[in-house]
């Protein structure tokens, strides 16, 4: 079993694309882009957004700012509750703390937005605690963010895995050599995440809870 467990949140435990892409297509038709929600790339998804902002719609450092803080100024007060658990994620987690994993979040969204998403769904009992970037960007690297939540929490790397539906999830992993597990209910591929340093794939939470319960 792997005692330690830590879960990405966007595309692992909450299908938050509705939100996601409704604050980046106001940011954008504040900016004088106007993208309807459905049309932008699902790939603002997992990364952090100023380079999503700069990579798909080419903007420049400034730009790219200014749009996060649009983001921000809607997906603050609107777009983190366009949100909903995946089915079988409190059960997962339910399952592995019985169990007795010691389980922790290490997401790319803020972790001050994180803690309200997971208030607001009840989830927030079964996480030790719940690591992000700041808001000015530090950690916002998601394996300088995995690093940081080893060395806060304690926890041996080699005892612990990352549980994510992005190439940045099973990333972090290797560079910390945690094991990575890929969420294939997420946004990622399967080809993506086994690239990337996937060791293990799951189609459901209940798969990822057998695997992480067979783990080492």
Same mark, same amino acid.
């Given at each position: 079993?792997?005692?330690?467990?830590?879960?990405?949140?966007?595309?692992?435990?909450?299908?938050?694309?509705?939100?996601?892409?409704?604050?980046?297509?106001?940011?954008?038709?504040?900016? +004088?882009?106007?993208?309807?929600?459905?049309?932008?790339?699902?790939?603002?998804?997992?990364?952090?957004?100023?380079?999503?902002?700069?990579?798909?719609?080419?903007?420049?450092?400034?730009?790219?700012?200014?749009? !996060?803080?649009?983001?921000?100024?809607?997906?603050?007060?609107?777009?983190?509750?366009?949100?909903?658990?995946?089915?079988?994620?409190?059960?997962?987690?339910?399952?592995?703390?019985?169990? +007795?994993?010691?389980?922790? !979040?290490?997401? +790319?969204?803020?972790?001050?937005?994180?803690?309200?998403?997971?208030?607001?769904?009840?989830?927030?009992?079964?996480?030790?605690?719940?690591?992000?970037?700041?808001?000015?960007?530090?950690?916002?690297?998601?394996?300088?963010?995995?690093?940081?939540?080893?060395?806060?929490?304690?926890?041996?790397?080699?005892?612990?895995?990352?549980?994510?539906?992005?190439?940045?999830?099973?990333?972090?992993?290797?560079?910390?050599?945690?094991?990575?597990?890929?969420?294939?209910?997420?946004?990622?591929?399967?080809?993506?995440?086994?690239?990337?340093?996937?060791?293990?794939?799951?189609?459901?939470?209940?798969?990822?809870?057998?695997?992480?319960?067979?783990?080492?």
């Amino acid at each position: 079993m792997y005692g330690f467990v830590f879960f990405d949140l966007d595309g692992t435990l909450t299908d938050s694309r509705p939100g996601i892409l409704a604050g980046a297509a106001y940011a954008l038709g504040r900016l +004088g882009i106007p993208t309807p929600a459905e049309e932008v790339s699902t790939g603002f998804i997992g990364p952090p957004l100023y380079d999503s902002f700069r990579r798909y719609y080419g903007l420049d450092d400034a730009d790219a700012r200014r749009a !996060v803080a649009l983001y921000r100024e809607y997906y603050g007060k609107t777009g983190l509750l366009e949100n909903s658990v995946y089915a079988g994620v409190e059960e997962m987690l339910c399952r592995l703390r019985e169990s +007795g994993c010691r389980l922790f !979040v290490a997401t +790319g969204k803020p972790w001050q937005y994180a803690e309200r998403i997971l208030g607001a769904f009840g989830l927030s009992r079964y996480f030790e605690k719940i690591y992000g970037p700041e808001f000015d960007g530090t950690r916002g690297d998601k394996g300088e963010l995995l690093a940081y939540a080893l060395t806060d929490s304690g926890v041996p790397a080699e005892r612990s895995v990352m549980v994510g539906d992005r190439s940045y999830d099973m990333c972090a992993a290797r560079e910390n050599r945690a094991s990575a597990l890929g969420a294939l209910w997420g946004y990622g591929s399967r080809e993506e995440l086994l690239s990337s340093g996937a060791q293990i794939t799951a189609e459901t939470p209940a798969d990822a809870t057998a695997a992480i319960l067979a783990g080492k």
